[in-house]
């Protein structure tokens, strides 16, 4: 059985140079242990030589060597380059829902007047969504009873639709795969490419390319992972690898009206909801004039009802978490793209004795500006303009208390570039930090600067008030004990009107048996004045 080894102290039976490469590609500066010589047998039988070579790589990175079998005339160049660092997360759940529109309409009922409303009134009839409220006790404004301080009924019908047609998607991740995906290039002795693959590597499990050079990853990948959960995808063409994190969204068997999600998207268009009680619930009755139909109502701050989603913690995923650099959502799972990564191990093994020359590309700088920027985020991101910058730049940031080195890889030719570098917790002196820049070359070169530092400010606590509703009416001037149903009908310009509901006809009868009353008390008053005024006349 032949069985690989993935680092051994052995006496060196190759030498290990260091030269420049003349290639296009930018190697990148050795990081590497050693190759070796190492004796293999294969189940009992035939026993042969074989050369490892153990590396470290880092993400954007190259690893250039040159080799040279020592049993063969067998010459030729390898070039290995980790190109990207993928989370891949599969999909648990998924469904559409939208954002929620609320229609009320309300009925107010004062005290002494014509039950319009009681716990049996039925406000949705055969509407679909909707849920009827039922309030006994609430302010009687406005009515003819209220210096009694009497309590006026209110009935409502509370019905939710989509705000739009626009939906949102809500997807469930679970436990990512960390896939590393190098690319492999063979050049013979004439520096022709021979052979090119790409290779996608697991690193929860590890893995071994067996190629005409084996290669062996044996590194467990990133620490820093978007954790597992539920997130927000726009269900829009322009936005459908939007991912939105820091929502709080349901489950799929979830109908919570404080969570996003509790109205769900369903077949054909229409939508599904199992929280129309807690529509009652969340419903706070507002009256201001209950006999002039000036009355309302508010939803609790925590319904998800007539808010958009802006309202919220909505952010992207790259904004929450800087170390992702693009994110692809797909109908059953969804990659991201990492912009940084740990160093991986590499182990190339050829097959017979071969001697190594590693090589790689030089470096340069010749100038660098920038500023330390703090986002509303609490992110810091050192941002640097490079003049005829290439190759491989080292650096050290200090601040006052502390200080953090960075790696920049930039292509083969010096040209100016911008780089943004996530750093950790790193304190301005005086407005400023300590910048240091080295390009990887044989000149040992540093350029040093202060920089400014510029601070967003931190999200913090603002009140928002509450979400009114002003709701329709009924008709007020069927209201007996309402002042302004008297009030019109006693207008002269209604009295002409068709209409002629029940209040109208008490109020009428009403004001006309008042009416003969008065005429009758001043008939009488003005007999009594006529009577005095004879009898004095008889008098003398």
């Known amino acids: 059985m032949q069985w690989l080894l993935l680092s051994l102290s052995l006496a060196l039976t190759s030498s290990l140079h260091t030269t420049p490469s003349p290639t296009m590609r930018h190697c990148s500066s050795p990081t590497g242990s050693m190759d070796g010589r190492i004796v293999v047998e294969e189940d009992g039988g035939e026993a042969a030589d074989v050369t490892t070579l153990t590396w470290q790589i880092g993400l954007g990175e190259t690893l250039c060597y040159r080799f040279k079998s020592e049993t063969s005339s067998l010459v030729g160049t390898v070039e290995v380059t980790y190109v990207s660092l993928k989370s891949i997360y599969s999909m648990l759940d998924s469904y559409q829902f939208p954002l929620v529109h609320s229609s009320v309409q309300c009925l107010c009922d004062c005290p002494g007047g014509h039950s319009q409303c009681d716990s049996q009134t039925n406000m949705c009839a055969n509407i679909s969504n909707c849920a009827s409220y039922y309030n006994p006790s609430v302010r009687s404004s406005g009515c003819f009873f209220n210096f009694l301080q009497l309590s006026a009924a209110m009935c409502c019908s509370i019905q939710v639709l989509p705000a739009s047609r626009e939906r949102y998607r809500a997807v469930h991740l679970a436990v990512p795969s960390i896939m590393a995906q190098f690319k492999t290039v063979y050049k013979n002795e004439e ?51 939007t991912l939105l994190a820091g929502l709080n969204v349901n489950g799929l068997d979830g109908w919570d009206i404080n969570k996003l999600g509790w109205l ?5 268009g229409g939508v599904v909801t199992s929280s129309l009680e807690q529509l009652v619930q969340a419903f706070v009755p507002t009256v201001e004039n209950c006999a002039d139909g000036r009355y309302g109502g508010t939803f609790t701050k925590g ?26 959502v797909w109908r059953r799972h969804v990659e991201m793209e990492h912009k940084e990564s740990p160093l991986l191990a590499l182990t190339l093994q050829h097959r017979s004795k071969v001697g190594v020359v590693v090589q790689y590309s030089s470096s340069h700088l010749s100038d660098f500006t920038g500023l330390l920027y703090q986002d509303s985020f609490s992110h810091l991101h050192l941002n640097l303009s490079l003049f005829q910058a290439s190759g491989t730049i080292t650096g050290v940031i200090s ?19 911008t780089r943004q570098v996530k750093l950790s917790a790193i304190q301005c002196r005086a407005g400023q930090v300590r910048v240091s820049l080295r390009p990887l070359s044989l000149q040992n ?50 009295w002409l009107e068709t209409a002629w509901p029940q209040a109208r006809v008490v109020i009428m009868v009403t004001m006309a048996v008042m009416g003969m009353l008065v005429i009758l008390m001043v008939c009488k008053m003005v007999r009594g004045v006529c009577e005095c005024c004879g009898c004095a006349s008889r008098k003398k």
């Not at 769900?264 to 054909?268: F, L, S, V």
């Not at 009114?468 to 009416?473: D, G, I, K, L």
């Open 191 to 241: 520096g022709e490419v021979v052979d090119t693959r790409s290779y996608s590597v697991d690193l929860n499990s590890g893995s071994t390319i067996d190629w005409d050079v084996t290669l062996q990853v044996s590194s467990p990948g990133p620490t820093t992972l978007v954790p597992p959960g539920w997130y927000v995808v726009p269900d829009h063409p322009s936005h459908r690898h």
């Open 264 to 268: 769900k998207a369903g077949k054909k």
């Open 303 to 328: 319904a998800k009802i007539d808010r958009l989603l802006v309202e919220g913690q909505k952010r992207r995923l790259t904004d929450v978490y800087p170390f992702i650099g693009d994110v692809r």
């Open 399 to 417: 601040g006052s208390r502390s200080s953090q080195s960075i790696l920049l890889r930039l292509p083969l030719h010096p040209s100016n570039a």
């Open 445 to 494: 070169v540093t350029i040093t600067k202060h920089l400014p530092c510029v601070t967003e400010n931190m999200r913090t606590f603002r009140s928002t008030p509450d979400i009114r509703r002003q709701v329709e009416a009924s008709a007020v001037t069927d209201c007996l004990s309402c002042g302004s149903a008297w009030l019109h009908w006693l207008d002269p310009g209604h």
